[in-house]
């Protein structure tokens, strides 16, 4: 081994092992847009380029783990909290290459996929909450995934529209983490972009009495976009599961294990939005 080592030109020794050490320490550092440290794969893969392995990128507004083999980003998370002071700007008209990945995903690759081009950081929650430079930066391909017309534009921007006008709030923000689920056969646009069998959603926040609550959902790909949101609660468990990524777990072993094992609409008092009907 020491002699292969010698072999090797020094780049392609060092580069691998600071890489790994660098997604070994985001897999325990805290962020300020991710609660209890930033999602992590559970079986620890280290590369961007196997199926369970991301790169972090950490644009302002946002973080997200990127997948060079999925050409999606696995997970992305955020805070609302304050709003910004306006005047707001208006919505930006061209997606862009993010020179942070490998793969240099673009706009056109996705063209006439029959697919929309999906936020995970929403652009209107970036520019109310975070500013100018967030909503720009999630018009980045890395913040992009294949999403179904029915689902980007009628169930998951009616997600979206209760986090910013229900849970945000300043003195108790609302952690949001997303991403895709891939979980049937491997499924690509004629780009390469994997398409994803449906999407994970969780909300954390505090309580009056300052207890953790979180709510989490499980969304195919296929809907209709008008069903009732109560109808794809889970836990987050069962999004550990079908994701394969680990949430919180910088909490305390007991803690966490009783956060992610139920499901409690109630404390949401979530049954008076699960029938809001989409804006478009």
Known sequence: MRQLLRLLPLPLVTLPMLWVGWTLFNGVREHPESFAGLPRAHNMALLPWSAHGFQVIDPPGFVLGYS?????????????GRRVDGPYAGRPEHFSVDSRTFSRVSAEDYSRSGFNRGHMAPNYA??????????????????????RGAL??????????????????????????????????DERLPSGVAIPD???????RR????????????VPQTVS?????????VSVDAVEQATGLDFFHRLDD?????????????AWDFSRHARRAPRY
């Open 68 to 80: 060079e083999y999925w050409r999606n980003p696995l997970w992305v998370a955020y805070r609302l």
């Open 225 to 233: 976009g008008y069903e009732p949101l109560d109808g794809f609660l």
């Open 254 to 266: 007991e803690q966490e294990a009783a956060l992610e094992a139920g499901v409690n609409a109630r």
């Open 198 to 204: 449906g999407f994970f959603r969780i909300w954390l």
């Open 152 to 185: 980007n534009q009628k169930l998951w921007q009616r997600l979206e529209e209760i986090e910013t006008d229900v849970y945000a709030d300043p003195v108790a923000p609302l952690y949001v983490v997303m991403g895709p689920v891939f979980e049937g056969e």
């Open 207 to 218: 309580d009056r009495a300052g207890q953790l609550m979180v709510l989490a959902f499980l």
């Open 126 to 147: 970036m520019s109310r909450f975070h500013g100018r430079a967030a909503q720009r930066a999630s018009f980045r391909m890395s913040n992009i995934v294949p999403q």
